[in-house]
Nanobody, 124 residues
Framework: QVDLVESGGGLVQAGGSLRLSCAAS????????MGWFRQAPGKDREFVVA????????YYADSVKGWFTIPRDNANKQVYLQMNNLKSDGTAAYFC?????????????????WGQGTQVTVSS
């Protein structure tokens, strides 16, 4: 069992940066690959980025590649989403999630645990 709590959302101007945090509680955090997803009103939940157990492997959605990163701190059971050059289409609720799967990290249904989400609003 892993409980996840996101924080760090808020209002940011287009072109700005924001860093989201996801704090995990429970055992064996480093057994889970971690992902970030986002969901805008009226749209499906969208994959953003994922990181492997050790942090050595990352996978990015094409729309955020080069702008977002996903640092991971296993000692403190934290994963982050560093977002740079935010655009108006970045307005969404952002969720972190945990999975024991070794592959297919882009599919929401492959994640066993989810946080409650944190809202990010990008103003133009």
């Amino acid at each position: 069992q892993v409980d996840l709590v996101e924080s760090g959302g808020g209002l940011v101007q287009a072109g700005g940066s924001l860093r989201l945090s996801c704090a995990a509680s429970g055992r064996m955090f480093d057994n889970y690959a971690m992902g970030w997803f986002r969901q805008a009103p009226g749209k499906d939940r969208e994959f953003v980025v994922a990181v492997s157990w050790t942090g050595a492997t990352t996978y990015y959605a094409d729309s955020v590649k080069g702008w977002f990163t996903i640092p991971r701190d296993n000692a403190n059971k934290q994963v982050y989403l560093q977002m740079n050059n935010l655009k108006s289409d970045g307005t969404a609720a952002y969720f972190c999630a945990a999975t024991t799967r070794a592959v297919e990290w882009t599919t929401p249904g492959h994640y066993q645990y989810w946080g409650q989400g944190t809202q990010v609003t990008v103003s133009s």
